[in-house]
């Protein structure tokens, strides 16, 4: 809580194996989040990003350098600990927002919970908010295949919200989504922000990306910038979504 | 209560999969089902013929003749009862059978010409009337005493005493009747008629040869040493070990339980197969499953699923695979066992073989599921998101 940064990256590098050919995903990457921020991670395709989210979301090892998460150091955590770090701290949201087919939302929402061992009031309870906070009040007993892809993203997100995570790492969350559908998922995620929450979301559209208040490029595994969003220049979801013709709900937008 | 949810999610990706998780279960079923209704047949068998022997009496000896030129006769039936150390009792015993009459009712019964002595080494009591006398014997008559499912079936409920009845049409009269040695059934040991075995070597005309003799000893050592000394005699007399079959009851029991051994070995060794056929295929599908879940797994982890949950989520559907084929085969079996029983051999269900059976079967679904939940759980997120 008192780290003065919540996500500390430094000098990491990913390495993947195909068989005998090695290949580097990131090349010494060094960066550092303050509690609160939000962030957007922009770069060519294949430059790293998936891969950089990955790791500072606990879902892989690096191959060297060291990642504190909120003062912590990760690398030297077992897989058990790994598990419970992704539990408590982080929410990751997909592209595909990989909810669970054959879970109604409320059942996909609950599921960090379920393993953090809840008893089944108090998930319940925390499932439903985060649904109705999302605008999904009427869609609880929905299954993912009943839903559009904006209000699959959202469950996704309340699933993430659920378990009231410090960090929410978003990779490409917007990219499935028509421009309507990604500007609400941005809303809430500034709401999130404004409320605390430390957020980090790749993208490569500059749109979206002008919508975090600080922008890291990625080229080739390094850093290549590490930039501020003047103010000004910052664009505020809900007065977009104010201006933006409104999309009917519960379409298949793809 | 994660265990409940993991049984909950088990359950629903079994039933996600219907078809697949059949057949799954299939084997489980066909080796469980299978086991149960052979193990039923082994054991009415084993019960029949046990029951058999056992209302023969106890310290018992058969004696009898293998072909044709071994005939035994009274005088040495009587001869023997001096001759054997501690036997009590000999009789000659004629089978046959055929159709016993009263008034319009008619029935088909075992028959058995005897002597007097028979009350004693079969250890019957009368129900009511008198024994075969030694008259009855050396005058031929023709009179029965009546087992009591005979009375039962035949006479409904009138006193057979005294009643004429015409026993493969010739006249009798019956002067007693037997108490139940066995009142639940309605075949076997009560439904037999006994007449004088001079009286059955008449009916049979040139047939009426003593083929068996039914020896009675005073105690259980001395039945078993009496079956040594009678192969012995017989030996002698026929020159070959063969010419006489000589068994103690307590031989045959402790045969019939050397044959219940055996079988119940092979049924094992049955059971064990199947079972073992109907774990490969709960393994194949569980492979199945991990294969076409990884991004399911994948998801679980992220959102914070230990190694051991994944583990464990797998598991159950391996256990609930198996335990829900191992109760409908045991449905199965049961319901087999009852049609056999209808319509061929007694069968007896053993509970014995039912809680194997089912323990085999959840014992060899959880050890299937071990691998493929161990290859499940230990994925890496990002691999099984890939
Ligand atoms: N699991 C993997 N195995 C091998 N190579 C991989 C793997 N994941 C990513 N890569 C490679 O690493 C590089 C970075 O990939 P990624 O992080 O997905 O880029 P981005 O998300 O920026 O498009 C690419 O060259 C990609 O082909
Ligand atoms: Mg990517």
């Known amino acids: ?198 957020l980090v979301m790749v993208t490569h559209d500059p749109n979206v990306a002008r919508h975090s208040e600080r922008i890291l490029r990625l080229a080739d595994g390094r850093i290549v910038s590490d930039e501020r969003v003047r103010p000004q220049e910052r664009i505020s979801a809900r007065e977009l979504l104010a201006v933006l013709p409104a999309a009917e709900e519960g379409v298949n937008e793809k | 209560m994660t265990f409940l949810l993991s049984m909950k999610l088990a359950w629903r990706s079994i039933v996600a999969n219907k078809v697949r998780s059949f057949l799954a279960m299939l084997g489980v079923i066909i080796g469980v089902a299978s086991v149960i209704a052979l193990v039923s047949v082994g054991q009415g068998a084993r019960l029949s013929i046990q029951r058999h022997l056992e209302s023969l009496g106890s310290n018992v000896i058969e004696v009898h003749s293998q072909g044709w030129e071994v005939r035994f006769t009274p005088e040495l039936i009587e001869d023997l009862k001096t001759r054997v150390a501690g036997v009590k009792y000999a009789m000659p015993v004629i089978g046959l059978g055929g159709n016993l009459k009263w008034r319009n009712n008619f029935i088909d019964t075992p028959a058995q010409g005897v002597t007097q002595d028979f009350l004693e080494i079969r250890e019957f009591k009368l129900a009511g009337g008198r024994n075969l006398s030694e008259v009855d014997v050396r005058q031929r008559r023709r009179v029965l005493v009546v087992g009591a499912a005979v009375a039962k079936q035949l006479f409904r409920g ?162 609930i695979i198996s335990g829900a084929g191992g109760i409908i085969g045991i449905l199965v079996g049961s319901g087999a066992s009852f049609l056999i029983r209808r319509f061929g051999p007694p069968t007896a269900l053993s509970s014995f073989s039912i809680f194997v059976a089912f323990g085999f079967a959840l014992l060899v679904g959880a050890a299937s599921g071990v691998w493929p939940a161990a290859k499940a759980a230990a994925l890496q997120p990002t691999d099984a998101l890939r």
């Open chain 2, 158 to 319: 009138v006193n057979p005493v005294g009643q004429e009845v015409y026993f493969n049409n010739q006249r009798f009269t019956v002067v007693g009747v037997l108490a139940a040695k066995m009142p639940d059934q309605e075949y076997g040991i009560d439904r037999t008629i006994y007449l004088p075995y001079t009286t059955a070597q008449r009916l049979m005309g040139g047939a009426s040869r003593i083929d068996t003799i039914n020896i009675k000893a005073a105690g259980a050592k001395e039945a078993s040493q009496a079956a040594l000394q009678l192969r012995r005699i017989f030996f002698k007399m026929y020159r070959r070990p063969d010419a006489a079959y000589v068994m103690s009851r307590d031989d045959m029991l402790k045969q019939v339980a050397e044959m219940n051994r055996t079988m119940t070995l092979m049924l094992g060794a049955i059971a064990g197969i199947s079972l073992l056929v109907g774990g490969i295929g709960i393994m194949n599908i569980m492979l199945v499953s991990v294969t076409e879940r990884t991004r399911e797994i994948g998801i679980r982890k992220a959102v914070g699923a230990q190694n051991s949950q994944i583990l464990g989520q797998f598991l159950i559907e391996a256990a």
């Open chain 1, 1 to 198: 809580m008192s780290a003065a940064f919540m996500l500390e990256v430094e000098n990491v590098t990913k390495v993947y194996r195909l068989g005998r050919i090695k290949v580097p995903a990131l090349r010494g990457v060094t960066l550092a989040i303050r509690p609160g921020e939000m962030v957007a991670v922009m770069g060519p395709s294949g430059s790293g990003k998936s891969t950089l989210m990955n790791i500072l979301g606990c879902l892989d090892r690096p191959t060297g350098g060291a990642y504190r998460l909120d003062g912590e150091e990760v690398g030297k955590k077992s897989d058990r600990e790994l598990a419970s770090i992704r539990n408590r701290k982080i929410g990751f949201i997909f592209q595909s927002y990989n909810l669970l087919p054959q879970l109604t939302a409320l059942e996909n929402v609950e599921l960090p919970l379920i393993y953090r061992g809840l008893p089944a009031r108090e998930r319940r309870r925390r499932a439903e908010e985060a649904l109705v906070r999302l605008g999904l009040k009427d869609r609880l007993r929905h299954s993912p295949r009943e839903l559009s892809g904006g209000q699959q993203q959202r469950v996704a997100i309340a699933r993430a919200l659920a378990a009231r995570p410090e960090v929410i790492l978003a990779d490409e969350p917007t990219g499935n989504l028509d421009s309507r559908a990604g500007e609400e998922i941005l809303a809430v995620f500034q709401e999130l922000n404004a409320e605390g929450i430390t």
